[in-house]
């Protein structure tokens, strides 16, 4: 069991930046596949950025190519978002994720077994 605690959103203007970041409180995170998964109101979860357990791959949706980052430091048990150029419709709660099997990217949200509680971001315009 994987246990992920979510920190660093919050209100932030158009345009502006946030780092959310998610830490393992007990087990490693150095073997997972991790992602994370945004849900707006009244819709689907949906992948925003994924990334390998070593960091040398990542996946990352059209709507936030360009825009996100994701990375990781498994020798803090730490994976981080950096979202730049954050726009209104970014607005949502970002959940990280982890997998327990795979060590490679994994694409779909629904493909995902450990959750964080979720950290809010949203964005004025």
């Given at each position: 069991?994987?246990?992920?605690?979510?920190?660093?959103?919050?209100?932030?203007?158009?345009?502006?930046s946030?780092?959310?970041?998610?830490?393992?409180?007990?087990?490693?995170?150095?073997?997972?596949?991790?992602?994370?998964?945004?849900?707006?109101?009244?819709?689907?979860?949906?992948?925003?950025?994924?990334?390998?357990w070593?960091?040398?791959?990542?996946?990352?949706a059209?709507?936030?190519?360009?825009?996100?980052?994701?990375?990781?430091?498994?020798?803090?048990?730490?994976?981080?978002?950096?979202?730049?150029?954050?726009?209104?419709?970014?607005?949502?709660?970002?959940?990280?994720?982890?997998?327990?099997?795979?060590?490679?990217?994994?694409?779909?949200?629904?493909?995902?077994?450990?959750?964080?509680?979720?950290?809010?971001?949203?964005?004025?315009?």
């Open positions: 069991q994987v246990q992920l605690v979510e920190s660093g959103g919050g209100l932030v203007q158009a345009g502006g946030l780092r959310p970041f998610c830490a393992a409180t007990e087990q490693t995170l150095s073997t997972h596949a991790m992602g994370w998964v945004r849900q707006a109101r009244g819709k689907e979860r949906e992948i925003v950025a994924a990334i390998n070593s960091g040398g791959s990542t996946y990352y059209d709507s936030v190519k360009g825009r996100f980052t994701i990375s990781r430091d498994n020798a803090k048990n730490t994976v981080y978002l950096q979202m730049n150029s954050l726009k209104p419709e970014d607005t949502a709660v970002y959940y990280c994720a982890a997998d327990r099997n795979s060590r490679g990217l994994v694409y779909y949200a629904v493909q995902y077994d450990y959750w964080g509680q979720g950290t809010q971001v949203t964005v004025s315009s």
